[in-house]
C-alpha cells in the first residue's frame, strides 16, 4: 500500500518477493549460485570448464520454479555484486595462484599454445620464465613468479572466456527452464572493466549497483554499444545527516529535503536516457541503529524503522513517479536541480 502511496511501480531485489507475488505487484528476485559438484577456483568463481558446471546450472534454474507463469515478475539476477569482482586480479590469474589443479587451469594450457606454440613462444611473449605445464598444474607464488604486464593482458583475455562461460551456462539453463521472464543480469557493484563485460553478453538487461550522483550515462552508453542491451539500476540512496541514524548512507546529502533533490535528479535524468530501464532505491525502511549483519546502520530508508515516512523525500518521490513515463517519451524535460552532495563513504 505504501510502495502504491509514493507511487513505485516496481519491488526491487532483497524484498520478499513472495509478499508482491500474493499482491499482483510486480517484482523482481535474486538467485542464488552455490554450486555442490562445481569447486571455486579463485574466490566465488566456479571451475567453469568442468564437466558438472552443466548439472549445477540446472539445479540452480530449478529455483525459478515458484514463480513460473507469474506476470508480475519482471525478472531474476543472476547473483549480487560477485566477489570476484571485487579482486585487483583476474580471475585467471587469481586461479594460477590459488587453485593447483582445475579444467579451466587445463582449458587455458590449451589456448596459450593456440598463441605461443610452445614453452619458449610463451616465454618470450610474456617475458617470464615459466611453462605450459606450470600454466596447467601447481600453485603459483611458491617459487616467487611475478607476473609481467604481457601476462595480465593475456590471462585478461582468458578471464573474459571464464566470464562468458559462466554466465551463458547460467543464463541459457534459466532461460530453458523459464523462457518467459527476463535474465536481469549480475548486478556488478560498479561499471564493469573491459574484460569482463566482453563476457556478459548472454543477458537480456545489464544490470549494476551505481551510488553515484547520477547515473553514468557515457560510460553506460558505451555498455549498451557494445552488449546491444539495456541497462538497469540495480541499487542506489541518498542518505541525510539532519535526523535519524548517524549512519548516512554510501550516497548523502545534508537535509532530508535535499534527499528529495537528489532522488529526483537521479531518477529523472536516468529516465531521460533510453537505454536505461529502471532505478530500484535500497532501501524502504532504515536500517536498524545497531546496524545489519555487516554493521550498516544508514540512514537510507523512505521510512524509518517507526514506520513514519521521511516527508520531504516522500513527496519528491511523488513527484518524481508521476513524471517520469513523461520524461522518458521526451515530452518532460528532467529536474536537474543539484543538491551539494558529500563525498561518497
Not at 28 to 46: G, K, Q, S
Not at 81 to 104: H, I, K, S, V
Not at 147 to 169: G, H, N, P
Request: hydrophobic share 45%.
Amino acid at each position: 500500500a505504501l510502495l502504491k502511496e509514493f507511487g513505485f511501480n516496481t519491488v526491487g531485489n532483497w524484498a520478499d518477493w513472495r509478499m508482491a507475488q500474493q499482491a499482483g505487484f510486480p517484482y523482481v528476485r535474486p538467485l542464488e549460485f552455490t554450486p555442490t559438484r562445481t569447486a571455486m577456483i579463485y574466490r566465488d568463481f566456479p571451475d567453469v570448464f568442468g564437466p558438472a558446471l552443466e548439472a549445477d546450472a540446472a539445479a540452480y534454474a530449478a529455483q525459478l520454479q515458484p514463480t513460473l507463469g507469474d506476470p508480475a515478475l519482471v525478472g531474476y539476477f543472476l547473483m549480487n555484486e560477485p566477489n570476484w569482482g571485487f579482486a585487483l586480479d583476474t580471475p585467471a590469474e587469481g586461479m594460477l595462484f590459488n587453485t593447483a589443479q582445475a579444467r579451466t587451469r587445463d582449458e587455458l594450457g590449451v589456448w596459450l599454445p593456440g598463441r605461443y606454440g610452445d614453452d619458449a613462444g610463451l616465454c618470450r611473449a610474456w617475458g617470464m620464465r615459466t611453462s605450459l605445464a606450470a600454466v596447467r598444474r601447481g600453485r603459483w607464488g611458491s617459487g616467487g613468479e611475478e607476473i609481467t604486464a604481457a601476462a595480465r593482458a593475456d590471462l585478461a583475455a582468458f578471464s573474459t572466456r571464464m566470464v562468458e562461460q559462466l554466465f551463458s551456462t547460467l543464463s541459457r539453463a534459466c532461460k530453458a527452464y523459464d523462457p518467459q521472464h527476463l535474465n536481469l543480469g549480475a548486478r556488478y557493484y560498479t561499471v564493469p572493466p573491459e574484460w569482463a563485460l566482453a563476457g556478459m553478453k548472454s543477458f537480456d538487461i545489464f544490470s549494476i549497483n551505481c551510488y553515484r550522483q547520477q547515473v553514468p550515462a557515457a560510460e553506460l552508453a558505451k555498455i549498451g554499444a557494445a552488449t546491444g542491451r539495456p541497462t538497469l539500476i540495480g541499487e542506489w540512496h541518498f542518505g541525510a545527516l539532519d535526523v535519524g541514524l548517524a549512519g548516512s548512507g554510501i550516497g548523502y546529502v545534508a537535509t532530508q529535503a535535499e534527499r528529495g533533490q537528489a532522488y529526483r535528479r537521479y531518477l529523472e535524468t536516468a529516465a531521460a536516457l533510453p537505454w536505461c530501464v529502471g532505478v530500484h532505491w535500497f532501501v524502504l525502511y532504515d536500517q536498524s541503529a545497531l546496524g545489519r549483519f555487516d554493521g550498516e546502520n544508514y540512514n537510507i530508508g523512505f521510512l524509518d524503522v517507526a514506520h513514519r515516512p521521511y516527508a520531504e523525500l516522500a513527496a519528491a518521490g511523488r513527484q518524481a513517479h508521476a513524471r517520469m513515463y513523461a520524461v522518458a517519451a521526451g515530452r518532460e524535460k528532467p529536474y536537474d536541480e543539484a543538491p551539494v552532495y558529500f563525498p561518497p563513504l
